[in-house]
């Protein structure tokens, strides 16, 4: 976690230089594929890697490994039930992060700065 956290500190001081690099000695148009490639070995090692920080998630789990199923569908329904299709799933999960830089001043202000 704490390698993820240094991302958005180092990523500025790094980048251009990084991509100076790359973009001179092999060409700009590799720098795409260079960035596509490391966001992808970031992904893959962060699905088995990162653990879960969501405490309804982490209870349930917890849940469901100490007892009965009734009882764990009883303390979290919202978390065992069917939510809808999966469209309607691909759809909540796709507008999220918009009403979070919406709604959440913090948010808007932090990706405003890592933007500029």
Same mark, same amino acid.
């Given at each position: 976690? $704490?390698?993820?956290?240094?991302?958005?500190?180092?990523?500025?001081?790094?980048?251009?230089? $990084?991509?100076?690099?790359?973009?001179?000695?092999?060409?700009?148009?590799?720098?795409?594929?260079?960035?596509?490639?490391?966001?992808?070995? +970031?992904?893959?090692?962060?699905?088995?890697?990162?653990?879960?920080?969501?405490?309804?998630?982490?209870?349930?789990?917890?849940?469901?490994?100490?007892?009965?199923?009734?009882?764990?569908?009883?303390?979290?329904?919202?978390?065992?039930?069917?939510?809808?299709?999966?469209?309607?799933?691909?759809?909540?999960?796709? +507008?999220?992060?918009?009403?979070?830089?919406?709604?959440?001043?913090?948010?808007?202000?932090?990706?405003?700065?890592? $933007?500029?």
């Amino acid at each position: 976690m $704490a390698v993820y956290s240094l991302g958005p500190l180092i990523g500025p001081a790094v980048g251009p230089i $990084a991509g100076g690099f790359i973009g001179e000695t092999i060409g700009y148009k590799y720098i795409f594929v260079v960035i596509s490639a490391l966001c992808g070995v +970031a992904a893959v090692l962060g699905i088995p890697f990162l653990r879960e920080t969501y405490s309804p998630v982490i209870r349930l789990r917890l849940a469901q490994k100490s007892s009965d199923p009734e009882k764990t569908a009883k303390m979290h329904p919202h978390l065992v039930q069917n939510h809808g299709s999966a469209l309607h799933l691909i759809w909540v999960n796709l +507008a999220r992060p918009f009403i979070l830089l919406t709604r959440s001043f913090v948010c808007f202000i932090l990706s405003l700065y890592m $933007a500029l």
